[in-house]
């Protein structure tokens, strides 16, 4: 971890930390209706993908396509979406999200559709199980 790095709050209440990779620390998003995952850039006072050094910048982007190669080939999802949003929470995250035809949002973003289903200890674990040869 980078000195002065901090986690912000918003962060912390709504995902797990799962991993951390050379860049990143690897968060589980605590909603049961979606398998999603979040890569924030261990990395103090950024709010932008352009804030990040240009070395940082390829690394992200490479931390992205994992998580996404991940997500595919353990969920056989139809979609992944992948998202830097940042209105809510400003410190630097990506989304990168399983998307399936039928799911509680398809075809619309999983932002603001329906309430969150925060996963029981038993989903979650499950969910790392299946993820971690990758992680």
Same mark, same amino acid.
């Given at each position: ?5 901090? =986690?912000?709050?918003? &962060?912390?209440? #709504?995902? /797990?930390?799962? !991993?951390?990779w ?5 968060? +589980? ?41 991940? =997500?595919?080939?353990? &969920?056989?999802a #139809?979609? /992944?979406?992948? !998202? ?7 410190? +630097? ?41 990758? =992680?």
């Open positions: 971890m980078t000195k002065d790095f901090a =986690l912000h709050p918003g &962060l912390a209440a #709504d995902a /797990i930390e799962i !991993a951390r050379p860049l990143s620390r690897v968060m +589980l998003m605590n909603d049961g209706r979606f398998p999603w995952l979040i890569l924030v850039p261990e990395r103090p006072s950024l709010r932008e993908i352009h804030d990040l050094a240009a070395t940082d910048r390829a690394i992200l982007i490479e931390e992205v396509a994992r998580a996404s190669r991940l =997500l595919q080939d353990c &969920l056989k #139809d979609k /992944i979406n992948v !998202a830097a949003l940042g209105n809510r929470v400003p410190q +630097l995250h990506v989304h990168v999200i399983a998307r399936f035809v039928g799911d509680p949002a398809w075809p619309n973003p999983v932002w603001s559709q329906g309430v969150p289903q925060p996963m029981t200890a038993a989903e979650r674990e499950a969910r790392i199980a299946l993820l971690r040869p990758g =992680l």
